[in-house]
């Protein structure tokens, strides 16, 4: 569901549109998807560590933590997929999910925190 890279600084000025925060990560089970097709499931912990659940079992894991408008996953691993990602996330809407854009890449998924 989520990756690395650092955010970037921001220079607003007076004049810049008003941006509404984005959705804050807690610990919990969260839904990813496309809006219509869940394509995956990621549980946050509260020690600082995730899993990434598919229809196989466990299919990631690693360690997230939240940034100032959103968050960042480091996979277990050194391998080329298993780089630290960062993702910005949009505002929850009225149907209880959120965007969220992988920073290096601008891929985005809806994600919705479901019930353990």
């Not at 807690?26 to 995956?40: E, F, I, Q």
């Amino acid at each position: 569901m989520i990756g690395a890279l650092y955010l970037s600084s921001c220079t607003a000025t007076p004049d810049d549109p008003v941006v509404e925060s984005g959705f804050e990560p807690v610990p919990g089970l969260y839904a990813t998807g496309d809006g219509t097709t869940v394509y995956s499931q990621t549980r946050l912990n509260a020690d600082g560590t995730y899993v990434d659940l598919g229809e196989a079992g466990i299919t990631g894991e690693g360690t997230w933590y939240a940034t100032t408008d959103g968050m960042c996953f480091d996979p277990e691993g050194d391998a080329e997929n298993q780089q630290e990602r960062c993702w910005r996330n949009g505002p929850v809407d009225e149907n209880g999910r959120f965007l969220s854009t992988r920073l290096d890449t601008g891929q985005s998924y809806f994600v919705k925190r479901i019930d353990d």
